[in-house]
T-cell receptor, first 120, second 111 residues
């Protein structure tokens, strides 16, 4: 299995530009998660989907951020307009289970390699 | 406020030695606790998931313990190897699947 695939791996853009990050989860997984990681704040959960439906987007920082999952094999995280404080590593993860609450092995999340975003 | 505190922030140990990382949390209600290993420049990798009723869970040389009464968890690494050098992140899942992350412990294993 190829694991979770993210693209691009690195993105450098200027403030005000639109940024789109892409994720392909592991085939057959039912849940998909978007995370952000910075040195100051560590890991943060932005949003997660179950069966392509957004379940909890309370971690999305503001309206400039949006995420979609049009089908089971693809998701995007969009930032428009981007700001320097959005600079971070963005991870996508997927799991077989329906969420995180059961603690079962099916809840195990598999992370992608991340996209390092730099907003100048 | 839900919090997860990890200690120490960083740790250097000699190859072959054992070490224990700590995680204290105030998350309530509690669903499960997870330990992740994150190598530099890579995504986190799940080591263990523990629910309220589990006291110990092992994954190779990694053993996690959970005391739900005192709200403490530890990750014990036995016979450390150079490849254990990484950040170790404690994550607590609370009610309504709220996720609280620790800031991590950075472990360096030296020859």
């Amino acid at each position: 299995d190829a694991g979770v695939i993210q693209s691009p791996r690195h993105e450098v853009t200027e403030m005000g530009q639109e940024v789109t990050l892409r994720c392909k989860p592991i085939s057959g997984h039912n849940s998909l998660f978007w995370y952000r990681q910075t040195m100051m704040r560590g890991l943060e959960l932005l949003i997660y989907f179950n069966n392509n439906v957004p379940i909890d987007d309370s971690g999305m920082p503001e309206d400039r951020f949006s995420a979609k999952m049009p089908n089971a094999s693809f998701s995007t995280l969009k930032i428009q307009p981007s700001e320097p404080r959005d600079s971070a590593v963005y991870f996508c993860a997927s799991s077989l289970g329906s969420g995180m609450a059961s603690g079962e092995r099916t809840d195990t999340q598999y992370f992608g390699p991340g996209t390092r975003l730099t907003v100048l | 406020k839900n919090q997860v505190e990890q200690s120490p922030q960083s740790l250097i140990i000699l190859e072959g030695k054992n070490c224990t990382l700590q995680c204290n949390y105030t998350v309530s209600p509690f669903s499960n606790l997870r330990w992740y290993k994150q190598d530099t420049g890579r995504g986190p990798v799940s080591l263990t998931i523990m629910t309220f009723s589990e006291n110990t869970k092992s994954n190779g040389r990694y053993t996690a313990t959970l005391d739900a009464d005192t709200k403490q968890s530890s990750l014990h690494i036995t016979a450390s190897q150079l490849s254990d050098s990484a950040s170790y992140i404690c994550v607590v899942i609370g009610g309504y699947q709220k996720v609280t992350f620790g800031i991590g412990t950075k472990l360096q294993v030296i020859p």
